[in-house]
């Protein structure tokens, strides 16, 4: 009986060299796995703040060009008021010779 649990024991020993090397690869592959995830993690939020930097920075162009565009009209409207006041005093100037 004794013999045979010897043998047993010999024979269980490539069992338990082969379950401590699959642990050991387990080990391995959950430490890859974390180091993957920790990664991804990064690159999304690098791809969140860059996205939020992009729209920033797309929002203060167009609040200066909406700003562009109102003083441009601005300008329209009192040059156009300036023509129409040259307008009257021409036209005064003809109907009232006087002046």
């Known amino acids: 009986?004794?013999?045979?649990y010897y043998v047993l024991t010999l024979a269980a020993l490539p069992l338990v060299a082969a379950c401590e090397k699959s642990v050991s690869q387990?080990?391995?592959?959950?430490?890859?796995?974390?180091?993957n995830a920790?990664?991804?993690?990064r690159d999304?939020?690098?791809?969140?703040?860059?996205?939020?930097?992009?729209?920033d920075n797309k929002i203060t162009k167009e609040q200066r060009?909406?700003?562009?565009?109102?003083?441009?009209?601005?300008?329209?409207?009192?040059q156009r008021?300036?023509?129409?006041?040259d307008a009257r005093k021409a036209e005064a100037r003809r109907t009232d010779p006087n002046r």
Request: aromatic letters at 2%; a negative charge.
């Open 65 to 78: 060009d909406v700003e562009d565009t109102a003083k441009a009209e601005a300008d329209k409207i009192r």
């Open 1 to 4: 009986m004794r013999r045979f």
């Open 81 to 85: 008021e300036r023509e129409l006041e």
């Open 44 to 55: 999304e939020q690098r791809d969140v703040t860059d996205a939020a930097r992009n729209a």
């Open 38 to 41: 920790a990664e991804h993690v």
């Open 26 to 35: 387990a080990e391995r592959d959950l430490e890859r796995t974390k180091q």
